[in-house]
């Protein structure tokens, strides 16, 4: 898998989590995903931007543009230097909420897109990355 | 790797011309499927003779067997072109791969009379074969794909032109599913429906399946998350058509309508969406 | 501080969402309507969506609340102008959206509201009489 272009933001503020979306947006629009195609990934993007804020206490977020063979698609990748988080599974499930709510935050990014992938343990912090390909 | 010495290919294309054009083009005539007719014969000597001048400019330095290398590009632009155009216009494979291949045997007998130094001759056929074959090739390659694009653009046509959204009333929109039903069709189908359900300002869409012999999970599941959608955004959708068959079908795959108003026929549904948006049909009084 | 505007017309409450919400500028709307909603008792409220072209779990949650708010208060509430790729999206990402009605657009909102509020003047509380609008 080849990584083309990229662009990479803090996420510090709720405005920050609004940045990253808008960005995400551009670059759906640039690879020619259609309409739902592109709400469905930002959608995710603001999921996991405002788990990266509210629960990893800020970090960053990289939106990549991957390609394998003839599919292009948009990764997103979401790492904090928060808590971690401890149960995993727990986590995933659907209006599972720890101070707040993560509610459907990971669950709802995962079927959102097409590959779901998480790493994260107590006191490591959390990297989330989706990918979504165009077309799928 | 370009030939140490140098090629004669270049002179010979230029100083043969016109008999390798007539040569090649006999042959190329003689492989058509159908009959050319006056245009056609002029495109082709067009395209034949500018062919010829780009194999001669890029045989320039010396025959070049990969034909991936920059002193092609040329060549390989005309090429597309020209696969591109015969895709599009329903030549066959055959007949497109054949504007090459048939160039070589007048182009070697042109080489076999100029050539006399046995080494030099089997050098020339050599490289000359290898790079027309391989031009060939890539040809038809080409060719393949923008048969491609026209067939996915074509299936895009069809597939608008057998699933229209029709307006029953105000307010009542209809969308008769014809055929059978495959997970990315019905993704496309579904989202012209929302479209049109915002556009036409219809609170009720009536999906009618009568002509969907089967239903899969997929599919199921997209209607489902149809309906689902429609009411999201304020509107309703009711299911018609459902055949004994698709019903015992959609039991077994154990998705779960009863979210869903269905009715048997499209005529029951049109009945309760009259009614479910205060729509009344009175009868005319005879002799009046 | 930027805000988004409320008006009130005809004895209702109409909010427009014209801008791409952080959090912070979604929970001022709800804490600005629920106190407009006390300050002016309207008869209903109505929120129109139709410049987002994203609602993920967060502002779906603050439309709910104001949703549940509103009826404290004896107000009912009616999103108007969901766009078809959002529906679409939040019915993927498997967002309830409890207790919220939906129309198409404004006109249709309104008639909704004032069809729940006759239906409620004759004695219907429960709304049954009325087939106006979707509630999920």
Known sequence: MQVASSESFEIQSSEDVVIVRQAVRRHAVALGFNLVDQTKIVTAASELARNTLLHGGGGSAAVETVRTGVAAGLKLTFVDEGPGIADIDLAMKDGYTSKGGMGLGLGGAKRLSNEFEIDSAPGKGTRVAIIRWKGL | MPSSSKSRLPEILKSHETDLLQEWIESQKKSASRKISAADEKLLLSQSREFLSFLRQAAQTGVDVDIESPTWSAVRDFLVALAGSRAKGGFTSTETAVFILSLKEPLFNKLRTNIQDPAALAQEFWTATLALDRLGLFTMEAYQRTREEVISRQQKELLELSTPVVRLWENILALPLIGTLDSSRTQVVMQNLLEAIVSTRSDIAIIDITGVPTVDTLVAQHLLKTVAAARLMGADCIISGIRPQIAQTIIHLGVDLSAVTTKATMADAFQLALKRTGATITKAVAGK | ?136
């Open chain 3, 1 to 136: 501080m930027e805000r988004i505007p409320i008006l009130s017309v005809s004895g209702f409450l109409l909010v427009s969402i014209q801008v791409d919400m952080h959090d912070r500028l979604a929970l001022t709307l709800q804490d600005d309507l629920t106190e407009q909603i006390v300050a002016r008792g309207p008869r209903g409220v109505l929120i129109d969506i139709s410049a987002l072209e994203m609602v993920d779990s967060f502002i779906g949650r603050m439309l709910s609340n104001i949703a549940n708010m509103a009826k404290l208060l004896d107000a009912e509430t009616v999103v108007v102008g969901m766009q078809p790729s959002v529906a679409i999206t939040l019915v993927e990402l498997g967002m309830p959206m409890r207790g919220i009605r939906t129309a198409l657009d404004l006109e249709k909102g309104l008639a909704v509201l004032r069809s729940i509020a006759h239906s409620e003047n004759q004695n219907d509380p429960h709304g049954e009489e009325d087939d106006a609008g979707s509630v999920l």
